[in-house]
């Protein structure tokens, strides 16, 4: 399908009462350039040649040739998910471990490939010793999958993990709207979810690092991400029936609105962290004065 094009220079019907989202300024704001991203592409390259050569051997060998294809097209796949589960897990301050070791898999996946495709020379040994060995210089190149879960240091294990759920919830909130707005092809609404996204885990990220908030976070972790889900299906299967422009605008309307919202709400928790970093201040130095400490420093 085609795609509008659309960046800082290009003309948008972006309402202007927010100039920075308008201009787009902070669209690369804490992005991260993606991990192995050549070595993912050569994974899914480097198998096409036995399909190129499978058809000019006998039956046995050309379904020797198709299979290690398919093994290594999955293997491939199950590594590029392996990594990008990596990189969210990393992201995050509380983080339960993946629930499927891909990356793992996908090194056994790569060794089962290429032992495959060295069957056909009739030898055992080689296949084995071929199939052992990308194994292994595929988890030195792409490393093991997470194995802890990973959480608020000297935090119990149950606050971490009502956190841990309450931004799993939240983040599949986020990847439901984007998967509504990926059929539509308007590049201008997806960078402007984006752009809230990056808002709401600034959110994510603060509730991460002091789980006290998350009892008055909950209900923007919960309640309005929900409704802004809702809202985004139920507007991408009307606009993607008549394409109102008004419709549109009113949806950018409402991700300006949640966005403000978002990051008022984050701002209120640090000022409350610093209010309470000046209460712990101030009641030591009460005790330090009462105990004549500071008295004698004085003098």
Same mark, same amino acid.
């Not at 969210?88 to 032992?115: H, N, Y």
């Not at 959110?203 to 923007?220: H, I, N, Q, T």
């Given at each position: 399908?085609?795609?509008?094009?659309?960046?800082?220079?290009?003309?948008?019907?972006?309402?202007?009462?927010?100039?920075?989202?308008?201009?787009?300024?902070?669209?690369?704001?804490?992005?991260?350039?993606?991990?192995?991203?050549?070595?993912?592409?050569?994974?899914?390259?480097?198998?096409?040649?036995?399909?190129?050569?499978?058809?000019?051997?006998?039956?046995?060998?050309?379904?020797?040739?198709?299979?290690?294809?398919?093994?290594?097209?999955?293997?491939? +796949?199950?590594? /590029?998910?392996?990594? &990008?589960? #990596? =990189?969210?897990?990393?992201?995050?301050?509380? !983080? @339960? $471990?993946?629930?499927?070791?891909?990356?793992?898999?996908?090194?056994?996946?790569?060794?089962?490939?290429?032992?495959?495709?060295?069957?056909?020379?009739?030898?055992?040994?080689?296949?084995?010793?071929?199939?052992?060995?990308?194994?292994?210089?595929?988890?030195?190149?792409?490393?093991?999958?997470?194995?802890?879960?990973?959480?608020?240091?000297?935090?119990?294990?149950?606050?971490?993990?009502?956190?841990?759920?309450?931004?799993?919830?939240?983040?599949?909130?986020?990847?439901?709207?984007?998967?509504?707005?990926?059929?539509?092809?308007?590049?201008?609404?997806?960078?402007?979810?984006?752009?809230?996204?990056? +808002?709401?885990? /600034?959110?994510?990220? &603060?509730? #991460? =690092?002091?789980?006290?908030?998350?009892?008055? !976070? @909950? $209900?923007?972790?919960?309640?309005?991400?929900?409704?802004?889900?809702?809202?985004?299906?139920?507007?991408?299967?009307?606009?993607?029936?008549?394409?109102?422009?008004?419709?549109?605008?009113?949806?950018?309307?409402?991700?300006?609105?949640?966005?403000?919202?978002?990051?008022?709400?984050?701002?209120?928790?640090?000022?409350?962290?610093?209010?309470?970093?000046?209460?712990?201040?101030?009641?030591?130095?009460?005790?330090?004065?009462?105990?004549?400490?500071?008295?004698?420093?004085?003098?």
């Amino acid at each position: 399908m085609a795609r509008r094009f659309g960046d800082r220079y290009s003309p948008s019907d972006i309402p202007k009462a927010d100039a920075r989202t308008k201009s787009g300024g902070d669209r690369w704001q804490g992005k991260r350039r993606a991990r192995h991203g050549a070595r993912l592409n050569a994974l899914f390259i480097a198998p096409f040649p036995l399909v190129l050569f499978a058809f000019g051997q006998d039956p046995v060998g050309l379904a020797l040739d198709l299979a290690a294809f398919g093994v290594l097209m999955g293997a491939a +796949t199950l590594t /590029r998910e392996g990594v &990008r589960a #990596e =990189e969210a897990f990393e992201a995050r301050k509380v !983080a @339960r $471990r993946p629930a499927l070791p891909r990356k793992i898999m996908g090194s056994a996946l790569t060794g089962i490939g290429l032992a495959l495709a060295a069957a056909g020379a009739g030898s055992l040994a080689g296949p084995i010793v071929l199939g052992v060995l990308g194994a292994v210089l595929h988890v030195m190149a792409f490393g093991p999958d997470p194995m802890r879960d990973k959480g608020v240091a000297g935090g119990d294990t149950f606050e971490t993990e009502r956190v841990a759920r309450a931004v799993d919830e939240a983040e599949g909130h986020l990847a439901r709207m984007q998967a509504a707005l990926a059929p539509l092809g308007d590049r201008t609404l997806e960078d402007r979810l984006a752009r809230f996204s990056d +808002t709401a885990r /600034r959110m994510f990220r &603060r509730v #991460e =690092e002091d789980p006290r908030d998350l009892s008055g !976070a @909950r $209900r923007w972790l919960g309640v309005y991400l929900l409704g802004a889900r809702d809202a985004t299906v139920k507007f991408a299967d009307l606009y993607a029936r008549n394409r109102d422009p008004e419709v549109r605008k009113d949806y950018i309307l409402l991700l300006d609105d949640l966005e403000e919202g978002f990051a008022r709400r984050t701002e209120t928790m640090l000022l409350d962290d610093r209010s309470d970093l000046d209460v712990e201040i101030e009641v030591l130095r009460d005790r330090l004065a009462r105990d004549g400490v500071l008295a004698q420093r004085k003098t």
